[in-house]
């Protein structure tokens, strides 16, 4: 069975860090590439980070680059997303998904979309006070 494990979420002040972790299991890790997504209460759910757990390769919205890292731990199935210089406007539930380019396709414009995935976890939710 798929699974995908989210955690690490929590409230931090403005301007602090969190470390977001993906746990997989039930699928070939290293075939996929695993997105972050988040999801604020009435918007859009936007894709917020994406690493290839083959190659190593990395994508990032503009907005959070210079502030977060995404990055694999293959030997434990798990990705992470490191958060820094948290804004509020980061304040959303964050989602860890797993895509197979296989199916998806190559293309880079894709990996921060959320029809590029395929599996889901259930969120955490992380929360920047002003």
């Known amino acids: 069975e798929v699974q995908l494990v989210e955690s690490g979420g929590g409230l931090v002040q403005a301007g ?3 470390r977001l972790s993906c746990a997989a299991s039930g699928f070939t890790f290293d075939d ?5 997504f988040r999801q604020a209460p009435g918007k859009e759910r936007e894709g917020v980070s994406c690493i290839s757990t083959s190659d190593g390769s990395t994508y990032y919205l503009d907005s959070v680059k210079g502030r977060f890292t995404i990055s694999s731990d293959n030997a434990k ?5 490191q958060m820094n210089s948290l804004k509020p406007e980061d304040t959303a539930v964050y989602y860890c998904a ?4 296989a199916t998806s396709g190559p293309w880079i414009v894709k990996k921060l979309w959320v029809e590029t995935y395929d599996y889901w976890g259930q969120g955490t939710q ?3 006070s002003s």
């Open 98 to 101: 797993a895509g197979d380019p």
């Open 32 to 36: 996929y590439d695993i997105g972050w």
């Open 16 to 18: 602090g860090s969190l």
């Open 77 to 81: 199935n798990t990705v992470y997303l």
């Open 126 to 128: 992380v929360t920047v």
